[in-house]
């Protein structure tokens, strides 16, 4: 008998298979940022599901560290796709800026 | 029928019904034509399917400090997301990457 917790980790499986194809696929570099964020968003939900499914919600800890590391990552790689530098701007991107 | 199994059918309903969303959104993150439509793809799997699949897991647990972590995990997914998501779409224009527009939609320096 599959209850509601191992149907949810079957279709999340199944969609992170999906956002991998995108992410090695992609055409462009911003389609694989897309994708990584997605599939960062599905891992914290997996891991969440997981927990209720094997009867152990203490994994949802993880699941809260995961979700803010995604949120991190993502805007780390988008500012150093745009600026080129993680420490800060340059003078004169910051004036083309404003 | 009492409270126990009320929560267990709403917990299937939220959770059957975030599962179909996400597997839309995986869908539609492969099918789209371009990188802004996609965003969209990944914008149902986000808000959607994270929202349902986590309030039914809140009707799972009840009243515990599961929900509360569920809750945070909820608010901390819905304050993250839409800001990836611009910063993203963001950078893409600024980058210089080009929408795909449909016949007729076509941008006119000229109008007026």
Redesign the interface.
């Known amino acids: 008998m599959i209850d509601q917790f191992g149907a949810a980790t079957a279709a999340l499986l199944v969609c992170m298979v999906m956002t991998l194809i995108r992410s090695i696929a992609g055409p462009t570099v911003f389609d694989r940022v897309l994708a990584v964020n997605s599939f960062g968003t599905k891992t914290v939900l997996l891991i969440a599901v997981y927990g209720f499914l094997s009867g152990r919600p203490d994994f949802l800890d993880l699941a809260l560290v995961y979700a803010l590391m995604n949120f991190i990552g993502t805007i780390a790689v988008m500012k150093f796709t745009r600026f080129g530098d993680l420490a800060g701007m340059e003078e004169d991107e910051e004036e083309e800026i404003l | 029928m009492n409270a126990t199994l009320i929560a267990v059918m709403l ?2 309903v939220f ?2 019904a ?3 969303f ?2 839309i ?3 539609g ?2 099918r789209l034509p371009d ?1 802004y439509t ?2 969209h793809a ?1 914008g149902i ?2 808000t959607m ?2 929202w349902l ?2 309030i ?2 809140m009707f ?2 009840g009243w515990t400090l ?1 929900t509360v ?2 809750f ?2 909820l608010f ?2 819905a304050a ?2 839409p ?3 611009h ?2 779409a963001k ?2 224009f ?2 210089g ?1 080009e929408p795909m527009l449909g016949r007729g939609l076509e941008i006119e320096d000229d109008h007026d």
């Open positions: 917990s299937w959770i059957v975030g599962s179909v996400v597997l959104g995986g869908i993150l492969i990188f996609r965003i990944a799997t986000d399917g994270a699949i986590l039914g897991l799972s647990a599961v972590k569920l945070v995990l901390f997914l993250t997301s800001l990836a998501s910063a993203l950078a893409a600024m980058r990457l």
